[in-house]
């Protein structure tokens, strides 16, 4: 599995949280901000295992320059 520090940007919305991953162009969402942060992580472990190094260098390039909380995948 691969390792990194990734941004996460939280929105509520009618039913629940969207997250989303800017670097990555990767969501998810849940009913709290807690399963929504779980389910982002794991979306974004699926995107790293399953995209190209080109996929991954072209989505984490600085497409996004924001101050939001940070997630670890460890």
């Known amino acids: ?3 990194g520090t990734f941004t996460a940007v939280l929105e509520k919305e009618q039913d629940g949280f969207v997250a989303l991953c800017p670097e ?9 901000v807690e ?7 794991e979306a974004v472990e699926l995107f790293l295992e399953c995209a190209s190094p080109e996929e991954i260098r072209y989505s984490s390039s600085e497409r996004a320059n924001i101050t939001a ?6």
Do not use: E, W
Not at 24 to 32: I, K
Not at 36 to 41: K, P, T
Not at 69 to 74: G, V
């Open 35 to 41: 399963k929504a942060l779980v389910n982002l992580r």
């Open 69 to 74: 909380p940070r997630i670890s995948l460890i």
């Open 1 to 3: 599995m691969k390792q």
């Open 24 to 32: 990555l162009d990767v969501a998810s969402q849940g009913d709290t």
